[in-house]
Each structure stands twice: as structure tokens, then as C-alpha cells.
């Protein structure tokens, strides 16, 4: 056979004589063998992540190779490979080249198109993180959100309509009918957990009743949180006339409605009415503030340009008990449990800082695990724990519901199974001591039916600061964070844990609450509903005006499993 080599008259022609291997020099075999030793440790490795493939969404359009340089791979010899120093792939491939998001990237319509999406990466790729979901919103609203948005965009901050509104609260009046444009500003109080919830309750109370939802930012939300709406900002200015009265607003202050009308200076049949009404919804607020959830009250509220909320309750159990917003509900929510599901989806955006901690964490220790299960663990009792009751509690509650496989105590090793399953557990607490416990004992045993549990915890604060925007900042993101799991386990009386399950359409295992520091027996109970708890709800029947259990007046509004006076929504 002719020898193949380059010809430079004939550059594409190219002629090839095999080497005689006879007159291969001993070195070169040599060489040849340390190569293919060298290469065996890789092409094992190689051949082991091919066979094992991922099976959520995300890693089955990802590379399996992709931003893999934690943990390394113990290779044969002793060495840790990783694989970027393989680089296999030649450059590192985006994600977003492997997932076709045109379909749903706005949620099946609940978001808006036309945002810079290099401004809030997070409105956008939070499908690409998350196994398809079932829930859609309705077409009634999706096309209520759209007029909403043009509502706002016409009457939000620095238009016409909104300094002329402003001119009035400035006058010390109000007067009906002088302004086009009706408001409810929403002031930034208590945790993190309870802002988000009563956030999504203020802005559903704007949709029901056609009013533009501006927020008082408070120290943190710009830094948590992107814009929702295209265009104009939600953003209360930081010149409002009242805005140095939000932190003073309290259950006994006189310009709140409860009081108002407790001192009877206020009615219905007034001509003139103050310049804004102040609603004390907070946990604390009394018989009188409760009357906002009556339709007499919203009447008269309603001639209000503008109110003034504040509150730590996530409310809309209570809405659904008023007829003159049943209708509206049933419409916009035909499936009652995932009012929370579709507003936290809509309203709550992680900022770009956030969102980098969020994928960062969920690439490096979930996004390869067949399945993820959050564990979150919230106590209440005095002292920072961790408790041996709520280690057995935790451990009682996932081998129980087989969340998590038993250990085999008895043996150190067991045989390896051929496709064992990998199972990335994220635990969240302000302290580690739980985290560690479970760590321990997936590290310690094998489990029984061979499958590999790694425990992960991103933080342990040991208490709440919510006053500190980086606090708030990794609160944000692990709620997110358990919102991507495939299952969900949450501490009961705990807000953090309802904003988790509601942003993931989870209907999560509860941890009962304990009683003089004993593991509750049964430990946990399944949700009926991914909806949160409303744990301050009024007991009164607006019209024959005495009390009444408000957990009974309609069946799809019912006592929640973690607090038995507690009100939450269910679909049936």
C-alpha cells in the first residue's frame, strides 16, 4: 500500500501506510503501555458516569461533565480526578443550549413576556431546576395578571396619576372620586418567611379589588428580590409622604381602622374621610381590625384611595369566607390549593445575587442525585438545641413514611447494588446538630437496600437575624432550594417551611409540634393542601354578628394540621 502523507500540490488527498510493528523500538512500547495504564483509571471512571444517568429534567439535559469539579473522583493509584481537568466537552456548555424552555419558560403564561432576562436570571431558568409541574394557572388568571399589569404600569410610581394621588394623601382628605388610581402599600415587617406570605395575601386583596400594590422596601427586598411587574417599578418612592409613620403603625395606633371604629370616628355615611386608612393585620390585632375581612367594611374601605397595611399573616383563607369575593376566587383559582403556588411564582423572583447562591449549591450537591429530599427543621422551644427528641423525630419521621431507607447496623459493608440509587438529603436549621446527626448515620452504616444518602446543609445562622440582609439573603435561598426537592418534610408552625412547599407545589410531611420535649407519636403527618397556614384568623360571622368556627363554613377552608386554630385552603 501506497504511503499516505500530505502532498502540497494535492492538500486534500492524504495517504496512510500502518506502522510495522516489527520495527517499533522497544521504548516506544514501552511509552504505548504507560499510556494506556495512565488512561485506565479515566476510562473506568468514564464508563461508570455514562451507565449511572441522572433522571430529573435538569441533568438529563445537562452534561453529566458540566461545572463537576466538587467533590473529585478517587481514581485508581490513589489520585483525585475531576472532571474539568479532563475536560471532555473542550469548553464548559451552558446549560440553557440543552433545555428547551420556549415551551414554558413563562409558566404556562403566569409570567409576563419582554423582561431584559440578563436583569433577573431567575424569572426565567427556575424551570430549568425543577421537575414539570401539574399546576397551571387558569386562562382567567393569566388575563387578570396582564390587566393588572397594565394597571400598574398606568398608576404605579412617578406617573400622572400617581403624584396626583399623592397631592391628595398630602392634603389631609380624601375625596371620591379625584383620583383614577386606588392603592395598598404593603409595610416591610417581621421575618422573611411571614413578608413573603403576607405579601402574596396584600397582593391578591389589590387583584380582588382593582387597587395597585406598591411595597416599602424596607433594608433588604431590593437586594432579595427583582422586579415582578414589566416596566414600572413596585417599589413605594422613597419620598412618600407617610413613609416615616410605617415603623410608629401599630395595634393601638389611632389612625388604624380597628380603632377608628372602636371610637366610632368613623362610619359609612361620612362626606369627608381621612387622607389614608392604616389596616393592623398583624397577629395581634383585635375584634375591631377584624372587621376588614366583613363586605360591610370592604364597602367603606373601598371609597379609600389610599390603605396602608401591615401585617405577618398570610390571610387569604379569610378572603375565601367573604361572598363578595367568592366568585372572583372561584375563577381565578379553580384549584383552591395553589393560590400561593402561582402568586409566590409570579411576585417572588430571586435577585441575581441570590440566585448565583442558589445554583451554585443545588449544581455542586443536588442536581446529580436521582432523588432530593429537604428536611427542614424549625424549634421552637427555649434554647438553641439541637434535641435528641427532634433528632428521633426527624429520624422516626423518614424511615417511617420510607422517605429515607433504614441503616443496617450490624454490618459494616454490605454488598454494593447494581444501579443503586443516590439520594442528596438538604437539611435547613438555624442549627447543625441535626444536620450532623443524619450525616453521621448514612456515613457510619450502609443502608439496607444499598442506596447512597448524602446529607447536605448550606448554613447554620444558630438564630434568626432578620434584620440582616445576608441573613435574609441565605434564608432565600434555601427556601428555594427545598422548593426544588422531590420531597419535602417541614417543622410545624413554620413560615419558612410554607414558602418552600408552596414555590415547589409540595405537599409536604409535618413534624408535630412537641409537647414537654417528647418525640410526638406519630411523628409527622402528610399535608392536605400545599397551601400555608393562616394562624391568626377571625371567629366571627359578619352577618348574624357573633362568634362562629370559621373552619367549618365552607369545606374547601379547614383547620390546618400544625395549629388546630389555624385556617389553610384545600381543594376538596
Known amino acids: 500500500m501506497a504511503e499516505r502523507k500530505y502532498n502540497h500540490n494535492q492538500s486534500h488527498v492524504n495517504v496512510w501506510r500502518p506502522c510495522d510493528p516489527r520495527k517499533r523500538s522497544g521504548l516506544e512500547t514501552m511509552r504505548s503501555s504507560k499510556t494506556l495504564l ?35 473522583l478517587l481514581g485508581m493509584y490513589g489520585f483525585y480526578y475531576s472532571m474539568s481537568e479532563f475536560n471532555i466537552f473542550g469548553s464548559e456548555v451552558d446549560v440553557l443550549q440543552h433545555v428547551d424552555i420556549a415551551e414554558d419558560k413563562l409558566l404556562g403564561g403566569l409570567l409576563a413576556d419582554g423582561f431584559d432576562e440578563q436583569s433577573c436570571l431567575s424569572r426565567y431558568q427556575w424551570i430549568l431546576y425543577r421537575k414539570a409541574l401539574p399546576y397551571k394557572p387558569s386562562p382567567y388568571l393569566v388575563s387578570k395578571l396582564r390587566k393588572y399589569e397594565d394597571l400598574h404600569k398606568r398608576c404605579g410610581p412617578n406617573t400622572p396619576s400617581y403624584n396626583k394621588a399623592v397631592e391628595q394623601l398630602k392634603s389631609g382628605s380624601n375625596v371620591v372620586g379625584t383620583t383614577d388610581c386606588k392603592y395598598v402599600v404593603w409595610v416591610w415587617y417581621s421575618g422573611l418567611g411571614n413578608r413573603i406570605l403576607s405579601l402574596a395575601s396584600v397582593f391578591l386583596y389589590a387583584l380582588l379589588t382593582e387597587r395597585v400594590l406598591l411595597v416599602d422596601r424596607g433594608n433588604d427586598m431590593a437586594s432579595l428580590f427583582c422586579e415582578p411587574f414589566p416596566e414600572r417599578s413596585w417599589f413605594l418612592p422613597m419620598n412618600f409622604p407617610i413613609a416615616k409613620k410605617f415603623s410608629s403603625f401599630d395595634q393601638k395606633s389611632a389612625e388604624s381602622y380597628g380603632n377608628l371604629l372602636k371610637n366610632y370616628m368613623i362610619k359609612a355615611s361620612m362626606g369627608s374621610l381621612p387622607s389614608y386608612m392604616y389596616l393592623h393585620l398583624v397577629h395581634d390585632y383585635d375584634d375591631h381590625d377584624k372587621l376588614f375581612f366583613c363586605d360591610d367594611d370592604q364597602a367603606l374601605l373601598k371609597r379609600f384611595t389610599w390603605l396602608v397595611v401591615k401585617t405577618d399573616n398570610y390571610f387569604v383563607p379569610s378572603l375565601f369566607l367573604m361572598p363578595s369575593f367568592e366568585d372572583e376566587l372561584k375563577k381565578l383559582f379553580p384549584n383552591k390549593e395553589t393560590i400561593f403556588h402561582h402568586l409566590g411564582r409570579y411576585l417572588f423572583h430571586p435577585s441575581n445575587h441570590v440566585w448565583g447562591i442558589i445554583t451554585r449549591y443545588y449544581k455542586a450537591y443536588l442536581a446529580r442525585a436521582d432523588e432530593r429530599v429537604g428536611i427542614q427543621v424549625r424549634i421552637f422551644d427555649k434554647g438553641p438545641g439541637p434535641y435528641q427528641y427532634v433528632k428521633d423525630q426527624i429520624s422516626a419521621c423518614t424511615i417511617g413514611e420510607k422517605l429515607l431507607p433504614e441503616v443496617d447496623t450490624r454490618r459494616l459493608a454490605v454488598n454494593p447494588s447494581k444501579n443503586p440509587k443516590v439520594k442528596a438529603v438538604l437539611m435547613t436549621s438555624l442549627v447543625y446538630g441535626y444536620y450532623e446527626n443524619m450525616k453521621n448515620i448514612y456515613w457510619e452504616h450502609p443502608t439496607v437496600t444499598g442506596d447512597i444518602i448524602g446529607v447536605h446543609q448550606p448554613s447554620h445562622e444558630e438564630q434568626q437575624r432578620s434584620e440582616k440582609p445576608l441573613h435574609n439573603m441565605k434564608a432565600l435561598a434555601e427556601m428555594y432550594l427545598l422548593s426544588l426537592t422531590d420531597v419535602l418534610v417541614t417543622s410545624a408552625w413554620s413560615t419558612f417551611g410554607y414558602v418552600a412547599q408552596g414555590l415547589g407545589g409540595l405537599k409536604p410531611w409535618i413534624l408535630y409540634k412537641s409537647e414537654n420535649q417528647t418525640t410526638p407519636n406519630p411523628p409527622c403527618q402528610r399535608a392536605m393542601s400545599m397551601e400555608p397556614c393562616f394562624h391568626a384568623p377571625p371567629f366571627y360571622d359578619c352577618k348574624a354578628k357573633e362568634g362562629i368556627d370559621t373552619g367549618k363554613v365552607v369545606p374547601h377552608v379547614r383547620h390546618c394540621e400544625d395549629i388546630r386554630w389555624g385556617l389553610k385552603v384545600v381543594d376538596r
Open 38 to 72: 495512565l488512561a485506565l483509571p479515566f476510562l473506568i471512571m468514564l464508563t461508570f458516569l455514562l451507565r449511572h444517568k441522572p433522571t430529573d429534567r435538569f441533568t438529563d439535559a445537562t452534561p453529566f461533565f458540566n461545572n463537576l469539579t466538587t467533590p473529585p
